[in-house]
């Protein structure tokens, strides 16, 4: 994983237990539903590694679909984490890909419902986190027409605000 992105900003703790994972409407009428309400419910980001999701029996790289946008908004450090540290692995890639695409569709205002509360939950650095995410992304994995990028669309729809500025940008700022 890049040493640039430190996703130890977002803590440790658990889920809190009293908070649905998925939304409660979902219960019990789908059986993808309640497998990832019961394998997210109760842990951390620091849980969410590959070894735990060998075990999780769905296609994890959709995942987060299913849960609440509180959940996501939780989880989605640890879900960038388990993207990054396992690019070999197919569902990490395809983690990767999905997250882009959510991301990208916040930037674009399509997903707002979803973007509220990781705005309203993490301060600028945490933010900053996510937007070296989708750097990173369009770094190892550039798409093949740079127009389209959908890492680097999310960077410059809205995610990119939380880059710190380089020295170089400064410098094409003055001139």
Not at 31 to 39: L, V
């Amino acid at each position: 994983m890049s040493e640039s992105i430190d996703l130890s900003l977002f803590g440790q703790r658990p889920y809190p237990a009293d908070k649905p994972v998925v939304d409660p409407a979902r219960r019990g009428d789908e059986w993808e539903s309640d497998g990832t309400a019961q394998f997210f419910e109760g842990k951390s980001n620091a849980d969410l590694l590959q070894s735990a999701f060998d075990e999780f029996p769905y296609d994890y790289s959709s995942c987060h679909h299913l849960l609440t946008d509180e959940a996501f908004s939780f989880f989605l450090p640890g879900l960038i984490r388990l993207t990054l540290e396992n690019r070999d692995s197919d569902q990490s890639a395809l983690l990767g890909d999905s997250l882009v695409n959510t991301l990208l569709k916040m930037a674009k205002g399509e997903m707002n419902y979803r973007l509220q509360p990781i705005v309203d939950t993490y301060n600028r650095e945490q933010l900053g986190a996510i937007a070296k995410f989708l750097a990173e992304i369009a770094r190892i994995d550039p798409y093949p027409i740079l127009e389209k990028d959908p890492a680097l669309n999310a960077l410059q729809f809205f995610w990119g605000q939380f880059l710190p500025e380089t020295s170089h940008q400064r410098k094409n700022a003055e001139t």
